[in-house]
C-alpha cells in the first residue's frame, strides 16, 4: 500500500507541476467560477433573503460545474503524445493512477473554491454566523466524493466520443446523493442551526465517499486495461 501511495504521489506531482507550469486548466476553472459568481450576483438582491436560500446551492454549483472542466482535462492530457500507454506500462499498480489523479484534482477544485467562496460571500454581501471549522469540513468531504466519483468517470469517459458531454451526463445523477446531502449540511451551518441537524447529512457523505472511493479503487484496473 505504501508503494501504491507513493506512486500515486508522484503522478500528483507530475500533474500539478504541469498545471503550475502552463495554468490553463486551473485559469479557466477560476474564470468559469468567478462568471458564475458574478452574473448570480446582479441576478439576486443582496439585501433580499433568498439570498441565504441560494447561497448553500451556489457553493455546490460552482465547485461542480468549474471541477468538470478540471475533470475532463484529467485523462485526456495523458492521450496527447500516448502518455497513457507510458503509465500502463509502467511497473505500478494501475490503482496509484487513480489515486494520483483523485489527489491532483482534488488540489486543484480547492484552490478554486479558496478564491471563489470568498469571492461569491464578498459580492452577495453575505454575514457569515457559522462556524467556519464545519463549514470547512462539509466542504471538504463534499468535494472529496465529487472528485472521487469524477475521476474515474472522467477515465471511463476519457476514449468516447464527445467525452466533454459525456462526462456531466454519468456524472451528475450520481452526485445527487452527495450534493442534496452537501447542500442541506452547508444550509444548516451558514444559518447557524444545531450542528446535530447537519451531523447526519455529514455522515451521509463521508459514507458516500468511502463507498465510491472503494468501488473506484478496486474497478479502475479494468478501465485501465480496456483503454
Not at 75 to 98: K, M, V
Not at 130 to 156: D, E, N, P, Q, Y
Request: charged letters at 15%.
Amino acid at each position: 500500500m505504501i508503494s501504491i501511495l507513493r506512486d500515486a504521489w508522484t503522478i500528483a506531482s507530475k500533474d500539478l507541476s504541469n498545471e503550475v507550469k502552463t495554468k490553463q486548466t486551473i485559469g479557466m476553472m477560476v474564470i468559469f467560477s468567478s462568471l458564475v459568481v458574478l452574473i448570480f450576483s446582479f441576478a439576486f438582491d443582496p439585501t433580499n433573503n433568498m439570498v441565504k436560500a441560494v447561497i448553500p446551492g451556489l457553493v455546490w454549483l460552482i465547485t461542480v460545474f468549474s471541477g468538470i472542466l478540471g475533470l475532463n482535462r484529467s485523462f485526456l492530457s495523458e492521450h496527447e503524445n500516448d502518455a497513457l500507454t507510458g503509465l500502463r506500462s509502467a511497473p505500478i499498480d494501475p490503482s496509484s493512477i487513480y489515486l494520483g489523479k483523485v489527489l491532483a484534482n482534488f488540489i486543484l477544485v480547492t484552490a478554486v473554491q479558496l478564491v471563489s467562496i470568498p469571492v461569491l460571500f464578498l459580492l452577495f454581501d453575505y454575514r457569515f454566523f457559522g462556524k467556519v471549522s464545519w463549514f470547512i469540513l462539509v466542504v471538504i468531504i463534499g468535494t472529496l466524493g465529487f472528485i472521487i466519483v469524477g475521476t474515474f468517470l472522467a477515465a471511463l469517459s476519457a476514449n468516447a466520443k464527445n467525452s466533454e458531454m459525456l462526462l456531466p451526463v454519468l456524472l451528475l445523477p450520481l452526485l445527487s446523493p452527495l450534493l442534496i446531502a452537501g447542500v442541506q449540511a452547508t444550509r444548516i451551518i451558514l444559518e447557524n442551526e444545531m450542528i446535530a441537524d447537519a451531523a447526519s447529512w455529514i455522515r451521509l457523505m463521508a459514507a458516500y465517499d468511502l463507498l465510491f472511493l472503494a468501488a473506484c479503487f478496486f474497478l479502475f484496473e479494468f478501465i485501465m486495461e480496456g483503454s
